[in-house]
């Protein structure tokens, strides 16, 4: 996730997406509703709406998710590529 983070913060979206996807999927983020933020925000900024809008339904199957927090993310997938 750090590393995600760091890819994120210069720039390298794509990047980004791989590293925090390999976190995932190796089970070792401590705090997957910001990893799948971190690869929602970078899918966007690849211009990947669809992978982008993944991410952030991905939000609704996390335990313990605020659900204002939830219909935030919602509301923002809403919009994206339109």
Known sequence: MK???VYYGGGDFQS???AITRGLQKQQIK???EAYVYVGRSE????????ARAAFVR???LPN???RVMRLWSLYA???GQ
């Open 3 to 5: 590393l995600g983070e």
């Open 78 to 80: 809403e919009t994206i």
């Open 44 to 51: 966007v900024a690849l211009k990947n709406p669809a992978a």
């Open 16 to 18: 980004a997406v791989i």
């Open 59 to 61: 939000l609704k199957t």
């Open 65 to 67: 998710m605020s659900p």
């Open 31 to 33: 705090h997957p509703d």
